[in-house]
């Protein structure tokens, strides 16, 4: 073991684990005409990302009960059209394996719906012994209480803890929750693309995770 005790490491799921068709641009679209279709001026709410529109908008419109279902309808349908055709990350299964055959626990914490969680996993044996996803949590990443009750439920402390993911917001709310972080870069990012946040390791590949935490 390293300098740096890992006994648990949490990853994200889309972009990290798998690689689904889901197109994001489109999603948030659909959900800024919702949000146009509410009778509220869209344009403060696109800087903001998908789930946090929703949020914001909500208490905003007439009905936010029926506007919060009809949004969450819309994503769940999106959702489970772009698991069709996903893709295992390279050396996903076997790195998660390798994980579990020493003993460090591992936890998935998804913004994705459970329903596309459970697609996927019909297709891809990801071994773990914890699973969250925005329904399971009152606050998704990069809100750490996301991360923290998966390590809870780990029975992880976050010092000896990491989280994994392709995005700027996984390592955000791995430090917030006071956890080693490490950056997947998708070949699609450009090398800088965890500048801004710094985490404690860059990897292209999930096996890279091997020599970080037995050197």
Same mark, same amino acid.
């Given at each position: 073991?390293?300098s740096? &005790?890992?006994l648990? #490491?949490l990853f994200?799921l889309d972009?990290? $684990?798998?690689?689904t %068709?889901?197109?994001?641009l489109?999603?948030?679209q659909v959900i800024l005409?919702?949000?146009s279709?509410?009778?509220l001026?869209p +344009?403060p709410?696109?800087p %903001?990302?998908i $789930?946090?529109i929703?949020?914001?908008?909500a208490p905003?419109t007439?009905?936010p009960?029926? =506007?919060?279902r009809?949004?969450e309808?819309? $994503?769940?349908?999106? +959702? ?17 394996s390798?994980? %579990?055959d ?5 936890g998935?914490v998804?913004?994705?719906? &459970? ?5 996927v =996993?019909?297709? =891809?044996a =990801?071994?773990?012994?914890v699973?969250?996803?925005?329904a399971d949590t &009152?606050r998704?990443k ?5 991360l ?15 989280m994994?993911?392709?995005h700027r917001?996984d390592v955000?709310?791995?430090k917030a929750?006071g ?9 699609? %990012?450009?090398?800088?693309?965890f500048r ?5 390791l860059? #990897?292209?590949?999930?096996p890279e995770l091997?020599?970080?935490i037995?050197p």
């Amino acid at each position: 073991m390293s300098s740096r &005790p890992v006994l648990a #490491i949490l990853f994200d799921l889309d972009g990290t $684990l798998v690689h689904t %068709r889901i197109d994001f641009l489109r999603m948030k679209q659909v959900i800024l005409d919702f949000v146009s279709g509410a009778g509220l001026d869209p +344009e403060p709410y696109r800087p %903001r990302d998908i $789930l946090s529109i929703i949020s914001n908008a909500a208490p905003h419109t007439a009905d936010p009960d029926a =506007f919060l279902r009809q949004a969450e309808a819309a $994503l769940v349908e999106i +959702e489970i059209a772009a698991c069709e055709g996903a893709v295992e990350a390279d050396g996903a299964v076997e790195t998660l394996s390798w994980l %579990r055959d020493r003993d460090i626990r591992v936890g998935i914490v998804t913004r994705n719906c &459970p329903q596309a969680a459970a697609r996927v =996993f019909e297709h =891809f044996a =990801f071994p773990h012994e914890v699973l969250l996803t925005r329904a399971d949590t &009152p606050r998704v990443k990069p809100d750490p209480l996301h991360l923290r009750l998966a390590l809870e439920r780990l029975g992880a402390a976050a010092e000896q803890a990491a989280m994994v993911g392709d995005h700027r917001m996984d390592v955000e709310a791995g430090k917030a929750a006071g956890m080693h972080t490490v950056g997947v870069l998708t070949p699609e %990012r450009p090398e800088d693309y965890f500048r801004e946040v710094e985490p404690d390791l860059v #990897i292209r590949s999930l096996p890279e995770l091997r020599t970080w935490i037995s050197p």
